[in-house]
């Protein structure tokens, strides 16, 4: 178990950049891989990027893959997603996951943080 706060979220115009955050509150947090999700109304819940606790082999959807980047500091316990290039189809309530194995599902989310892309 492990707790999750997303920050960052905001309103920007299309074409911006956004730079969203996701602390954790664990001593392990280097053990967990860590994902990325969004969820806009009237869609499903979307995978848009993870990393493995080793940062190798990002995995990114294509509707944001060459747009959003994500990392991670296992020194702060501290997950990022880096936007850019954002469209309006980007509204949505963006959340951070974690988990143990690349077997399981995220079973630990963030409380979410809403970014809004205007045109």
């Known amino acids: 178990q492990v707790q999750l706060h997303e920050s960052g979220g905001g309103l920007v115009q299309a074409g911006g950049s956004l730079r969203l955050s996701c602390v954790a509150s664990?001593?392990?947090?280097?053990?967990?891989?860590m994902g990325w999700f969004r969820q806009a109304p009237g869609k499903e819940r979307e995978l848009l990027a993870a990393i493995r606790w080793s940062g190798n082999s990002p995995y990114y959807a294509d509707s944001v893959k060459g747009r959003f980047t994500i990392s991670r500091d296992n020194a702060k316990n501290t997950v990022y997603l880096q936007m850019n290039n954002l469209k309006p189809e980007d509204t949505a309530v963006y959340y951070c996951?974690?988990?143990?194995?690349?077997?399981?599902?995220?079973?630990?989310w963030g409380q979410g943080t809403q970014v809004t892309v205007s045109s």
């Open positions: 996951a974690a988990k143990l194995s690349l077997v399981t599902t995220y079973g630990n």
């Open positions: 664990t001593r392990t947090f280097s053990n967990y891989h």
